[in-house]
């Protein structure tokens, strides 16, 4: 995508199958772009439409771009790559956005702002017209993974599915999107956080889906589904690291209370008690592992940007340490063994007291997997970490 001196704004539309709508679109994008002095373009990222969209776009006035792979973000990721304006704006081609209210989104980007995502919902001061949007969208599938994009990534918006946004060609360069489907657009958003872009959101009005011949390509369960894993891809802290430390917290606190065999409400808390709480501590502690190689590999293939924190970390835990740390915690454990193997040969290898015998081995046994986890973990993340050289 080389901006064009000339060309100030890209309207780009994907495409596929839109021909009810996409006349009124493009006259529409046009038309905004004539009536407020904006030099543009309106690309349209043509899926391999079959009922003569290709046709009826070039005819109102656009430029067609093929684009072979499927997938939602595919189309955009072509349609971006040809656009040659200084910003581009995205919408849909089912007239469900009105892109006669383009000229504020161009506005925000005139004043400094980096990405301006349209906001349908009235907590923007946008407005939903009856009919433009299911009940379960509006009350429950939007608000909830708005409030995980806000909590999970700090992102400055309130409709994070809105599909009409602008955005600067240099900040779109920088976001280097990777997604071919519906996640593209949350994309954009959580890379545009990270990155601490200028983020401005603009109030639109939704519209019902003016196409008539299909429904929507949109998929409830399925899409909602992909957004909520998209989400926990990106984001190691919540995937992996903070359930990690939960399970750690509680198995600690088991051991606490089960080793010196306490009642607790009436409950004797003993051996059994031990090895749950060694199954916390294991998979809390795998968990934090997987935290750790999960950023560093999302930072070395460019998802995520760089961060100080993994590089100090990186400075301190070199593999050489973990393999030290690793290694005594493993010949901890096996000494602990080796203690309750002493004692079952000192009873001739007849029946053990379990309750006391336990109390060694179970420990021994956590201790000796902690310790050979971290030795792989360390070889693992080193591995990893030659990309960040």
């Not at 040659?84 to 004043?111: I, K, N």
């Not at 009409?164 to 489907?181: E, I, V």
């Not at 958003?189 to 401005?200: H, P």
Request: with cysteine.
């Amino acid at each position: 995508m080389e901006p064009s001196t000339d060309i100030e704004l890209s309207v780009v539309l994907p495409c596929l199958n839109e021909a009810d709508t996409l006349e009124t679109c493009i006259r529409k994008a046009l038309g905004a772009m004539a009536d407020h002095d904006i030099p543009g373009e309106v690309v349209v990222a043509d899926n391999g439409s079959t009922d003569g969209s290709q046709a009826i776009a070039e005819s109102a006035g656009a430029r067609v771009v093929p684009v072979a792979e499927r997938g939602y973000g595919s189309a955009l990721m072509g349609g971006i790559a040809s656009a040659r304006g200084r910003y581009v704006l995205m919408a849909d081609a089912d007239d469900s956005y009105d892109l006669l209210e383009l000229p504020g989104f161009v506005v925000a980007l005139r004043e400094g702002a980096e990405l301006v995502q349209g906001c349908r919902l009235p907590a923007g001061g946008g407005r939903v017209l009856p009919g433009a949007m299911p009940w379960l969208h509006r009350w429950l599938g939007n608000p909830m993974l708005t409030a995980m994009m806000r909590r999970m990534f700090r992102a400055p918006v309130r409709d994070v599915y809105c599909g009409m946004r602008a955005f600067t060609a240099d900040l779109y360069r920088r976001l280097d999107q990777r997604c071919t489907g519906m996640e593209f657009a949350t994309e954009m958003i959580v890379k545009a956080s990270r990155l601490e872009a200028r983020i401005a959101e603009v109030p639109i009005t939704l519209h019902p889906d003016g196409r008539e011949s299909h429904g929507p390509h949109l998929r409830t369960f399925r899409d909602g589904w992909r957004t909520v894993r998209f989400f926990l891809m990106l984001s190691p802290r919540w995937l992996f690291l903070y359930p990690g430390l939960v399970l750690v917290a509680l198995g600690l606190l088991g051991y606490l209370l089960a080793m010196p065999g306490v009642t607790l409400f009436g409950a004797n808390l003993d051996v059994h008690t031990l090895l749950v709480a060694s199954l916390a501590v294991l998979m809390g502690y795998q968990s934090i592992l997987f935290a750790v190689l999960g950023k560093t590999f999302a930072v070395g293939d460019g998802l995520m940007p760089p961060d100080p924190r993994l590089d100090r970390f990186y400075g301190l835990v070199k593999l050489e340490t973990g393999i030290a740390v690793g290694a005594f915690a493993f010949l901890v454990g096996a000494a602990l063994l080796v203690v309750v193997t002493l004692r079952w040969g000192a009873s001739g290898f007849g029946p053990l007291d379990y309750p006391a015998t336990l109390r060694w081995a179970i420990p021994g046994v956590t201790l000796a997997a902690l310790g050979f986890q971290t030795v792989l973990w360390s070889f693992f993340a080193s591995i990893l970490g030659m990309r960040r050289q």
